[in-house]
């Protein structure tokens, strides 16, 4: 399993990080085009997306690797 990969907000942009990583993956204009970037690393890595809001607290997060403990909800 790869590191989760983490949506952030950072300079008034938009960025992907890797769980511990100093530097970012990618910066984009908007929220949405980090969590498609940021989906596609962790379905690659079979890791998770965490999506942060504006302010920095976890909005929402998604596992794309073999997840023993699946949610139990449909969102997806």
Known sequence: MG???HV????????VRGAG??????VTNTQA???RTARG???NQQSEVVIHRSN???RDKDSFGNDPC???DTKH
């Not at 952030?8 to 960025?15: L, R, S, Y």
């Not at 990583?21 to 990618?26: L, Y």
């Open 70 to 72: 699946p949610p139990k």
């Open 21 to 26: 990583n100093e530097r970012v993956t990618k």
């Open 41 to 43: 690393i962790a379905i």
């Open 33 to 35: 085009e980090a969590i």
């Open 8 to 15: 952030v907000p950072h300079d008034g942009k938009w960025t």
């Open 3 to 5: 590191k989760n990969q």
């Open 56 to 58: 920095g607290q976890i």
